[in-house]
């Protein structure tokens, strides 16, 4: 057995919300409260509750959430005794007061958000989180669509202002596991030795729990996951199935692995109406490079006008689409059907 | 008789106004003052035949004393000052930054209402885009929830809008209900780095309940086709879509390119706001 102690890698569960994209929001605060002490008591590192697009983004573009952050933040706060408890921020969409809220409300930890190539737009927002006693993170989304170095640089953007990790999050499953080796290592170089580098995997191209594993072979210290795989699109990283594969690879997790089966079994199946997977809507998704988030918003568009969703999000990936354009789904299924109508006159 | 005019700013946008300003018969430019003495707008200025000053406001306002209105194309905090020396010689601002210290004015909407204050302002570009729709539609019945998304090119997000991106979202949101009639609403921004540039795109979802359709989608052409007249490059991407007690639409700003590229549409709704609404002060003083 080596002696060398390799830096102990923290799982940051996204069940409670990432996985609330996958059911539409539709997490109800009991719901909220017995997953989170379940994953209190395995041992997580953070468990992230909320809308799926973070503070503020009930909305018409991002689908209304059946209760308010307030209600599942306040569940969630009185049922975790030891983990942290992790709201997701998107300058844009959420302002200043929904930070100051998540602080009073308790949250311990933000998530801060921006397209990957947009980190400056986060900066004011991130040094607020810090005045108000809450550790950040900085996420930088849909990595596929820049280079590693930018993606280094903008994590650095992130770090001076006060992130103590950056994830690059794979919004769109859309990563192969070279994607995530030269991202994890150029992140690293650049601000390596003033914060941590975190993965963020989705399932899309049936590759998340792979991708997380490279990530933390480049020298990745915190990875986000899912109970039973929930989550955008194809959903994330499988929790569980991260948790064996890392204790196969003689990596500690301080996790029990047998509470993660039982609640995600017991607890979050029954509960995921649609089970995620990977199929002709969500592989479409990851091959074409288009947000998971996008996922029932194309279903939705494409019923409404009678298109086929594939076409509808291989238009969208064209277009170059980043994170939050949901509006730009039912533009483009709009069009495809008046195109289709005029061809057929 | 033209009304003398000044351009306060000589960065992208005084010198995209500049151009729309030489353009407009109600308005005579007098100059503009610019900080930078090498800015390629006060040089583009002198090439013009306008005098380009570098010295500050007061100097240039000393050096113009038949100036009756000024645009504002500085930044929030320059603006404080720039008012109580325009203010001082009743001179009448049109404000461009988001300093918000006048009311708010969006031609479509609330042209003739502040024909007497000392300044007004624009507002945010997503504001000039949206607001017209939603006025329409509260003209036709209550407008529940108004929430729009503004999609602009990364390339057109300077420094500025970048570290205001909340006072963007806020005072837009509020603009819905206060010069919408909307009785709640929101606003989103986002920005898209795409090459070629993407234009300036804004969704807008109303819900207008039992508002019958066919009046509601009317309204919004009659809007977007008044709007169109004093910004060329506004349109409908697609026709309104009515579903459900919601209404949903949206519309792209494709700038003029008189000095901001065309991608830049959300600038350029500013500056063509702007000189609108110079426009009809000027009308004003001739009545």
């Known amino acids: 057995m080596s002696d060398v102690i390799a830096p102990r890698i923290r799982l940051l569960d996204s069940t409670l919300r990432d996985g609330s994209h996958g059911i539409k929001h539709r997490y109800t605060p009991e719901q909220v409260a017995l997953i989170a002490g379940k994953l209190d008591e395995a041992g997580v590192h953070s468990i992230g509750v909320g809308h799926g697009d973070g503070l503020g983004a009930s909305s018409i573009q991002f689908m209304r959430s059946l209760h308010t952050d307030d209600q599942l933040l306040t569940a969630a706060r009185r049922a975790i005794k030891r983990a942290r408890l992790a709201v997701t921020f998107q300058p844009g969409i959420g302002t200043k007061r929904h930070l100051e809220r998540a602080a009073d409300l308790g949250a311990d930890l933000v998530r801060i958000a921006t397209h990957c190539t947009e980190a400056d737009i986060a900066v004011q927002h991130i040094r607020l989180a810090r005045q108000l006693g809450m550790d950040v993170h900085g996420d930088l989304m849909m990595p596929h669509m820049t280079t590693p170095e930018m993606i280094a640089r903008q994590g650095r953007i992130m770090v001076d202002a006060g992130a103590t990790g950056v994830h690059i999050m794979d919004s769109a499953g859309a990563l192969t596991m070279s994607d995530v080796r030269a991202r994890i290592a150029a992140m690293l170089a650049e601000f390596g030795g003033d914060a941590e580098a975190g993965i963020h995997a989705h399932q899309n191209l049936s590759l998340a729990v792979a991708n997380t594993i490279v990530a933390f072979e480049e020298g990745a210290t915190l990875a986000d996951a899912c109970l039973a795989g929930a989550g955008a699109g194809a959903g994330n990283c499988q929790m569980e199935a991260l948790v064996a594969v890392m204790e196969k690879t003689g990596r500690s997790t301080g996790i029990d692995l047998w509470t993660l089966e039982d609640v995600a079994d017991q607890i979050v199946r029954p509960i995921l109406t649609t089970p995620p997977s990977v199929d002709r809507t969500t592989l479409t998704q990851g091959f074409a490079g288009v947000p998971g988030s996008f996922l029932h918003h194309a279903f939705r568009a494409a019923e409404r006008f009678g298109v086929d969703a594939r076409d509808v999000l291989v238009e969208v990936g064209r277009r170059k689409s980043v994170g939050g354009q949901e509006d730009l789904v039912i533009e483009v299924a709009a069009q495809l059907a008046a195109a289709r109508q005029s061809a057929a006159s | ?287």
């Open chain 2, 1 to 287: 008789m033209a009304v003398a005019v000044a351009i306060l700013g000589s960065g992208n946008i005084g010198t995209d106004l500049m151009y729309k300003v030489l353009r407009n018969l109600a308005l005579e430019l007098v100059g503009v003052a610019g900080i930078d003495p090498s800015s390629e707008g006060l040089a583009r200025a002198r090439s013009l035949g306008v005098d380009a000053s570098d010295r500050g406001v007061a100097a240039f306002l000393d050096d113009h004393p038949d100036v009756m209105m000024a645009f504002d194309a500085t930044s929030a905090s320059a603006h404080v000052e720039h008012a109580a020396l325009l203010a001082a010689r009743g001179i009448r601002c049109v404000d461009l930054t988001p300093a918000a210290l006048g009311p708010a004015v969006v031609p479509d909407v609330n042209l003739d209402e502040h024909l007497d204050a000392p300044e007004v302002n624009l507002v945010t570009c997503g504001a000039q885009a949206t607001v017209p729709i939603v006025a329409a539609l509260s003209g036709v019945g209550p407008v529940r929830y108004a929430e729009i998304v503004s999609t602009v090119a990364s390339r057109s997000a300077g420094p500025g809008t970048r570290s205001n991106i909340d006072e963007f979202t806020t005072s837009t949101a509020q603009s819905l209900e206060t010069l919408g009639g909307a009785a709640e609403g929101k606003a989103i921004m986002i920005l898209n780095p795409a090459e070629p540039p993407i234009m300036m795109r804004n969704a807008v979802y109303a819900e207008i309940d039992a508002m019958p359709a066919g009046q509601a989608v009317g309204a919004v052409y009659a809007a977007v086709g008044r709007v169109a007249a004093y910004i060329p490059g506004y349109h409908l991407a697609t026709e309104p879509l009515v579903a459900d007690g919601v209404l949903t639409t949206f519309v792209e700003v494709e700038g003029a390119g008189d000095y901001l590229p065309r991608f830049a549409g959300n600038l350029d709704i500013m500056t063509s706001a702007a000189v609108r609404v110079a426009e009809r002060f000027a009308e004003g003083r001739a009545l």
